[in-house]
């Protein structure tokens, strides 16, 4: 009898062997064991109404990053009135599924609300009310989730590609040391949290060095700096490889680690004059710079995989000295770049398509790794 029951919970429990067996590795199986790789989600996603995004988050990636209900501008666009839902729900989606979470991001310029420079009147506030403000802020959004965010995109975009600082709001009426302040103010509200610096473009030589410069003044004055984030939108011709890994290695020997941390590859036509990430660039749609409506042909898919190898090569070369790995968006379908910096375009920047299926590249990577 004893043998029976045996027999039977054996058959009973095959299925569910086979099918875990037969289960192909995802990248957080592979390259997970190297470093977080994850991807920036939106509200849709975590609030139940994109199912099949949420699925494709939960089954590939062992981290993720608010893409927008984290900034400033959503969780406080009154001044004192914080906005918590969107945040929340992001929370609750990661501590459910066993995600990693980084917070994106305290300070920039980009998306805050315009009330954070000005007031009443409208006129620029002086250095210490905007300071006050700024250590509000990070003081209560970091607070609020202590112990539950591995770290925080403290400053966001504060450099500009030839290494000057970016004459910010915050730059403007604060100086410089807006940036000190941030990062003292984040680890006061939360001393276990890790502290990044993030920005766009990070492989010119002269962000480099001015980053790293930054890197080693905030260590000198004692503020606790633990990575640098490399934002990576990348494309067909842009960065540099060479200067890409020069960064990587840059950075590291500052003694942090490197995070590439809004990975995408934008594969379609740029309006002249159009450079970098910022944000603020806007053009006016016109056909020839939305080649591909209906999906890439052949050869882009090509160019789209051998360049996306390209990149993972390196990461895989620099694993040591990387810590995250995060794509900007699930899938094409939601990716930024459909608007940006033109609307109404048709993009295919990232390892999901539209029916948020892996593209062929995904196991390229996957057995790179392994």
Not at 46 to 68: P, Y
Not at 189 to 208: E, I, V
Request: charged share 25%; proline share 5%.
């Amino acid at each position: 009898m004893r043998k029976t029951i045996l027999s039977i919970i054996l058959i009973l429990a095959l299925p569910s062997a086979i099918m875990a067996g037969n289960r192909a590795a995802s990248l957080k199986d592979v390259l997970g064991k190297y470093f977080l790789i994850g991807a920036a989600v939106n509200v849709p996603q975590t609030d139940g109404r994109d199912v099949k995004g949420a699925e494709v988050v939960k089954d590939n990636f062992n981290a993720i990053v608010a893409e927008n209900c984290m900034k400033s501008e959503v969780l406080q666009p009154v001044e004192g009135k914080f906005n918590w839902e969107d945040a929340d729900k992001l929370i609750k989606f990661g501590e459910e599924n066993n995600l990693t979470i980084t917070g994106h991001c305290l300070v920039w310029h980009s998306q805050a609300p315009r009330w954070f420079f000005v007031d009443s009147l409208g006129k620029p506030v002086s250095r210490e009310v905007l300071i006050e403000r700024l250590h509000k802020h990070i003081s209560t959004v970091v607070s609020r989730y202590k112990g539950k965010i591995l770290g925080w995109d403290v400053v966001n975009e504060a450099i500009n590609d030839d290494g000057t600082y970016r004459k910010s709001p915050f730059y403007n009426i604060i100086g410089p040391e807006f940036i000190d302040l941030a990062f003292k103010f984040a680890h006061e509200a939360d001393p276990n949290a890790q502290l990044y610096y993030n920005d766009y473009s990070m492989a010119k030589p002269g962000k480099r060095a001015a980053v790293c410069k930054l890197v080693r003044h905030l260590q000198s004055i004692g503020c606790r700096i633990d990575a640098v984030g490399m934002q990576s939108h990348n494309g067909l011709d842009f960065p540099d490889l060479k200067d890409y890994e020069a960064s990587i290695d840059s950075f590291a020997a500052c003694g942090v680690k490197v995070m590439f941390t809004e990975l995408d590859l934008n594969l379609l036509p740029n309006p002249q004059y159009f450079g970098g990430a910022d944000v603020s660039q806007n053009f006016r749609y016109d056909k020839k710079y939305n080649p591909y409506p209906n999906g890439l042909d052949k050869a882009m898919n090509r160019k789209f995989e051998d360049r996306y190898m390209e990149f993972f090569k390196i990461y895989r070369k620099h694993a040591s000295q990387i810590s995250r790995i995060t794509l900007w968006g699930v899938s094409d379908k939601s990716s930024w770049l459909n608007n940006w910096p033109i609307p109404g375009r048709s993009s295919y920047p990232l390892l999901f398509d539209r029916d948020y299926k892996a593209k062929p590249v995904v196991k390229k990577i996957i057995n790179l790794f392994k």
